[in-house]
């Protein structure tokens, strides 16, 4: 499986900004897809956002759509999620993930790598 490690949460106040990275072990499959997904206590994982490794195509979840950005750096197998505007319903465990596709992410199939996840917490 694909080793995953995220870093970057931390404590923001509202209206603030955060970058998380994912850094995955090993070579990344063109046809992978990598993403976020965030989970608050006593709520369902949350699809947040992916991007596809080969093309940089991407999708978002619509509670962060215009807020939150994907990306991705081929050559340092990094996945970031710049986060701006930040808000107290953002605050969650953040996990890094890897699948066989964009697909595969957002409906939580196929072969999916979870990274231990990273705390973003957002102050009133």
């Known amino acids: 499986q694909v080793q995953l490690v995220e870093s970057g949460g931390g404590l923001v106040q509202t209206g603030g900004s955060l970058r998380l990275s994912c850094t995955a072990s090993g070579r990344i499959p063109g046809s992978y897809a990598m993403g976020w997904f965030r989970q608050a206590p006593g709520k369902e994982r949350e699809f947040v956002a992916g991007?596809?490794?080969?093309?940089?195509?991407?999708y978002y979840g619509d509670s962060v759509m215009g807020r939150f950005t994907i990306s991705k750096d081929n050559a340092k197998n990094t996945v970031y999620l710049q986060m701006n505007r930040l808000k107290p319903e953002d605050t969650a465990v953040y996990y890094c993930?890897?699948?066989?596709?964009?697909?595969?992410?957002?409906?939580?199939?196929?072969?999916?790598?979870w990274g231990q996840g990273t705390q973003v917490t957002v102050s009133s």
């Open positions: 991007i596809a490794w080969s093309d940089g195509s991407t």
């Open positions: 993930n890897a699948n066989i596709g964009l697909r595969a992410i957002v409906t939580m199939t196929g072969r999916p790598s």
